[in-house]
């Protein structure tokens, strides 16, 4: 069964640091993108950072310089590094698959709240 799995969210102060991972099964032959997207509280989910399996990655310009992204594609795991995290950086964080027939899956999403 498809399924994207994601770990490492939790409450963390201003200008602190948090690993987020996601590790996909189901569908390891036909992954070309994964990624994150955010949702806040009353705002719709944004693009946060895409990797493609070519290595090439989008990122949003609220987190450039700040977050970084990093795939293993030996293992179908995506990992998004937060630093200088600010309380604008709550929210549910999802992770995001999309294969070469460009069918996409969701994880079911970590709370991240920076706050002290």
């Known amino acids: 069964q498809e399924q994207l799995v994601e770990s490492g969210g939790g409450l963390v102060q201003p200008g602190g640091s948090l690993r987020l991972s996601c590790a996909a099964s189901?569908?390891?032959?036909?992954?070309?993108?994964m990624g994150w997207y955010r949702q806040a509280p009353g705002r719709v989910r944004e693009l946060v950072v895409i990797i493609t399996s070519g290595g090439t990655t989008n990122t949003a310009d609220s987190v450039k310089g700040r977050f970084t992204i990093s795939r293993d594609n030996a293992k179908n795991t995506v990992y998004l590094q937060m630093n200088s995290l600010s309380p604008e950086d709550t929210a549910v964080y999802y992770c995001y698959a999309q294969t070469k027939a460009f069918v996409n899956y969701w994880g079911k999403g970590t709370l991240v709240t920076v706050s002290s």
């Open positions: 189901g569908i390891i032959s036909s992954i070309n993108a």
